[in-house]
């Protein structure tokens, strides 16, 4: 590296001397009209230079382009090479598609929730960005012509097709940011007043659920072991602490009964689950009906709906398009929605079983988007199993496949502003910081970095995109793994958003383009500051953010 960047400054200084010699030399010399070959003294011009000769500003683009990125090359050495950093970390950083730095990173490795990304990739690749959910009412056609005296014989027919946002209003309100999701209510308000038009007061059936579109009795994969480890593919803690819902193709809010009032990470433990997710979606519906004025005699069941041929619709709700969903699902890492997006994508191909989808997205990463899945293991959807792999090189092709205007990178939190990363604090450094190597001191960000962080108790992962001021795409990625790591205090989260290595490495990449006020701070470039090492303590609780 130092080497190079001699080479580098040696040219540079080169350039600069050839630019001032000849501007000096063009600023003496005048045309005689007379005669185009003769050249005359004029004597000292009066020239303004607002930027100094020796300036990285005034060489060439083939001279800049060079330094710049060794000054990004060395500022993102010193994020990861401080002594604390975990021998297992992959990292791979791109400047407009072109490799600017690669280590390890063809070594597959836990992502925790960069798991997400490939999730949101197959799903927007496989269904489209504006595919919607439908979750719709049925009653018998033959019952609805067989009505008389305001009673309708059999069952209303609530039919769930994966909907993973499907939310009551008491549900969505809890949250401290607006919050995509599909109004169960209105669902409600459509299948009563359907009713009462055709002179129904009284159902003698019930509400009964039809989750059959995902059919198997899959509501979480604690339960499932993986061999040869012999160990289950989520630990029971993540069930116990509502780290993901229940799963069915007809989940009502993430799949709880009951709820507290505010939605932050605090007290999120008190959610309530549902034991049978279908179920109690077809009881809130019961209760929703009778409070608009319609009678609902039996108890709501579950059940399989006739065929469509036989059902007449009372009412529909159609869910927002996938990129808004996978935003909800990227951006405040939501587990739930990542694992219903999981057995969508597996029920578009051969089967909605965890074992069957994520053998889907092996397909899908190979065949449709022509990504290499060597040594990849794909355990879950969301990231929390241990025994998924992935490799730096997998994530940052996936977002540099996407690029910076794509459902898939916009979707992606905002530093210090949305989602997982509001309370993230990274720190841009300035163009003049250059006598700090790491690049770490000076203003906040102020160009947008969409990101995507994991961690669980041994991974610290964080994956994204920035456009610099002067245009160019940075894409990066990086995984550590160690026992034990968010112990270290090195690498503990700050408020649950970002540690100080994703902070260190946002602000690396969001300092870009990087160029010294002269050439002179490229051949003495001051030494760089001790890391600073955050001593707080940490819970230690698996987070799958």
Same mark, same amino acid.
């Given at each position: 590296?130092?080497?190079?960047?001699?080479?580098?400054?040696?040219?540079?200084?080169?350039?600069?001397?050839?630019?001032?010699?000849?501007?000096?030399?063009?600023?003496? /010399? #005048?045309?005689?009209?007379?005669?185009?070959?003769?050249?005359?003294?004029?004597?000292?011009?009066?020239?303004?230079?607002?930027?100094?000769?020796?300036?990285?500003?005034? &060489?060439?683009?083939?001279?800049?382009?060079?330094?710049?990125?060794?000054?990004?090359?060395?500022?993102?050495?010193?994020?990861?090479?401080?002594?604390?950093?975990?021998?297992?970390?992959?990292?791979?950083?791109?400047?407009?598609?072109?490799?600017?730095?690669?280590?390890?990173?063809?070594?597959?490795?836990?992502?925790?929730?960069?798991?997400?990304?490939?999730?949101?990739?197959?799903?927007? =690749?496989?269904?489209?960005?504006?595919?919607?959910?439908?979750?719709?009412?049925?009653?018998? &056609?033959?019952?609805?012509?067989?009505?008389?005296?305001?009673?309708?014989?059999?069952?209303?027919?609530?039919?769930? /097709?994966?909907?993973?946002?499907?939310?009551?209003?008491?549900?969505?309100? $809890?949250?401290?940011?607006?919050?995509?999701?599909?109004?169960?209510?209105?669902?409600?308000?459509?299948?009563?007043?359907?009713? $009462?038009?055709?002179?129904?007061?009284?159902?003698?059936?019930?509400?009964?659920?039809?989750?059959?579109?995902?059919?198997?009795?899959?509501?979480?994969?604690?339960?499932?072991?993986?061999?040869?480890?012999?160990?289950?593919?989520?630990?029971?803690?993540?069930?116990?602490?509502?780290?993901?819902?229940?799963?069915?193709?007809?989940?009502?809010?993430?799949?709880?009964?009951?709820?507290?009032?505010? %939605?932050?990470? %605090?007290?999120?433990? +008190?959610?309530?689950?549902?034991?049978?997710?279908?179920?109690?979606?077809?009881?809130?519906?019961?209760?929703?009906? =009778?409070?608009?004025?319609?009678?609902?005699?039996?108890?709501?069941? *579950?059940? &399989?709906?006739?065929?469509?041929? +036989?059902?007449?619709?009372?009412?529909?709700? =159609?869910?927002?398009?996938?990129?808004?969903?996978?935003? /909800?699902?990227?951006?405040?890492?939501?587990?739930?929605?990542?694992?219903?997006?999981?057995?969508?994508?597996? /029920?578009?191909?051969?089967?909605?079983?965890?074992? +069957?989808?994520?053998?889907?997205?092996?397909?899908?990463?190979?065949?449709?988007?022509?990504?290499?899945?060597?040594?990849?293991?794909?355990?879950?959807?969301?990231?929390?199993?241990?025994?998924?792999?992935?490799?730096?090189?997998? #994530?940052?092709?996936?977002?540099?496949?996407?690029?910076?205007?794509?459902?898939?990178?916009?979707?992606?939190?905002?530093?210090?502003?949305?989602?997982?990363?509001?309370?993230?604090?990274?720190?841009?450094?300035?163009? +003049?910081?250059?006598?700090?190597?790491?690049?770490?001191?000076?203003?906040?960000?102020?160009?947008?970095?969409?990101? *995507? &962080?994991?961690?669980?108790?041994?991974?610290?992962?964080?994956?994204?995109?920035?456009?610099? $001021?002067?245009?160019?795409?940075?894409?990066?990625?990086?995984?550590?793994?160690?026992?034990?790591?968010?112990?270290?205090?090195?690498?503990?989260?700050?408020?649950?958003?970002?540690?100080?290595?994703? =902070?260190?490495?946002?602000?690396?990449?969001?300092?870009?383009?990087?160029?010294?006020?002269?050439?002179?701070?490229?051949?003495?470039?001051?030494?760089?500051?001790?890391?600073?090492?955050?001593?707080?303590?940490?819970?230690?609780?698996?987070?799958?953010?």
């Amino acid at each position: 590296m130092a080497r190079m960047r001699r080479i580098l400054v040696s040219i540079l200084l080169a350039a600069l001397a050839t630019t001032a010699v000849g501007s000096y030399v063009q600023a003496r /010399r #005048i045309n005689a009209d007379s005669d185009p070959g003769w050249v005359s003294d004029a004597g000292p011009p009066e020239m303004v230079v607002s930027t100094p000769l020796l300036n990285v500003r005034r &060489t060439p683009s083939w001279l800049s382009g060079p330094v710049t990125e060794a000054r990004l090359f060395e500022r993102l050495s010193g994020v990861a090479d401080l002594p604390s950093a975990p021998p297992q970390t992959c990292r791979a950083v791109y400047r407009n598609g072109e490799l600017v730095m690669s280590e390890q990173a063809g070594v597959p490795l836990v992502p925790s929730s960069l798991m997400k990304i490939v999730t949101a990739a197959v799903i927007l =690749e496989t269904a489209g960005p504006e595919a919607t959910f439908t979750t719709e009412v049925f009653v018998r &056609t033959a019952d609805l012509s067989a009505a008389a005296g305001g009673v309708l014989a059999g069952d209303v027919y609530l039919v769930g /097709r994966g909907d993973p946002v499907l939310s009551t209003l008491s549900y969505i309100r $809890r949250f401290p940011e607006p919050m995509v999701h599909t109004d169960f209510t209105d669902l409600a308000v459509q299948a009563a007043a359907s009713l $009462r038009d055709r002179g129904i007061s009284v159902v003698e059936g019930s509400v009964l659920a039809d989750e059959s579109r995902f059919p198997e009795a899959e509501r979480d994969y604690s339960g499932q072991i993986v061999q040869p480890s012999n160990q289950p593919i989520w630990k029971q803690s993540y069930v116990n602490s509502n780290q993901v819902g229940p799963l069915s193709a007809l989940l009502l809010n993430d799949g709880y009964v009951s709820f507290p009032a505010s %939605a932050d990470y %605090a007290s999120r433990r +008190e959610n309530v689950r549902a034991v049978d997710p279908a179920l109690h979606a077809a009881q809130v519906l019961d209760g929703l009906i =009778e409070a608009r004025g319609i009678r609902i005699a039996a108890q709501a069941s *579950k059940g &399989t709906a006739p065929p469509l041929s +036989e059902l007449h619709s009372l009412g529909s709700v =159609e869910s927002p398009p996938m990129s808004e969903i996978v935003a /909800r699902m990227l951006r405040y890492s939501d587990n739930t929605t990542a694992e219903m997006l999981l057995k969508d994508i597996g /029920r578009r191909f051969s089967g909605s079983a965890r074992a +069957e989808a994520v053998t889907d997205v092996h397909d899908v990463l190979e065949r449709l988007l022509g990504v290499s899945t060597t040594g990849i293991v794909i355990a879950d959807g969301s990231g929390l199993s241990l025994h998924n792999r992935l490799t730096c090189d997998l #994530i940052a092709g996936l977002l540099l496949r996407a690029g910076p205007d794509s459902p898939l990178v916009s979707g992606l939190a905002v530093v210090g502003e949305s989602g997982t990363l509001r309370e993230c604090e990274a720190e841009q450094p300035s163009d +003049e910081a250059v006598a700090d190597s790491s690049g770490l001191t000076g203003g906040a960000v102020d160009q947008p970095v969409w990101a *995507k &962080t994991g961690t669980l108790n041994d991974v610290s992962a964080l994956a994204g995109v920035t456009v610099a $001021r002067n245009g160019d795409v940075l894409t990066f990625a990086l995984i550590s793994n160690r026992d034990g790591l968010i112990f270290d205090p090195a690498w503990q989260r700050q408020a649950l958003s970002c540690n100080a290595f994703q =902070e260190d490495l946002i602000a690396a990449a969001a300092g870009h383009p990087y160029g010294p006020s002269s050439a002179d701070a490229l051949l003495h470039p001051q030494p760089a500051r001790a890391p600073v090492v955050d001593t707080g303590t940490d819970t230690g609780t698996d987070t799958g953010q």
